[in-house]
Nanobody, 121 residues
Framework: VQLQASGGGLVQAGGSLRLSCAVS????????IGWFRQAPGKERDLLGI???????YYSDSMRDRFAISRDVAEEAVYLQTDSLYPEDTAVYYC????????????????WGQGTQVTVSS
């Protein structure tokens, strides 16, 4: 099982980025995929989850600006981030587990390496 996040970069405040998580070694229809982020000096936070059936869950603070989708054929999960603020600057990770509950509490089994998002003011 492998995950690889990409698509991060430098963006101005108010801008958007689409992050990708390429997966291999498993099928998305068997796993829940979560997006997390960790800013310097802060704890890692859950942004949202797409479950094995394609249903989504978002943390309350992200619901209006972030959206998770997937392409089963392409073996990829996406995080669309809009209206970015400087405080959104963080390393963004995707992670996977067969159990949605483990992703929800932040302990999924498999993690990608993360992609840096920097939002300038």
């Amino acid at each position: 099982v492998q995950l690889q996040a990409s698509g991060g970069g430098l963006v101005q405040a108010g801008g958007s980025l689409r992050l990708s998580c390429a997966v291999s070694g498993f099928t998305l229809q068997d796993y829940a995929i979560g997006w997390f982020r960790q800013a310097p000096g802060k704890e890692r936070d859950l942004l949202g989850i797409i479950n094995s059936r394609g249903g989504t869950y978002y943390s309350d603070s992200m619901r209006d600006r972030f959206a998770i989708s997937r392409d089963v054929a392409e073996e990829a999960v996406y995080l669309q981030t809009d209206s970015l603020y400087p405080e959104d600057t963080a390393v963004y990770y995707c992670a996977a587990d067969r159990l949605w509950s483990k992703v929800r509490v932040g302990v999924p089994t498999y993690w990608g390496q993360g992609t840096q998002v920097t939002v300038s003011s």
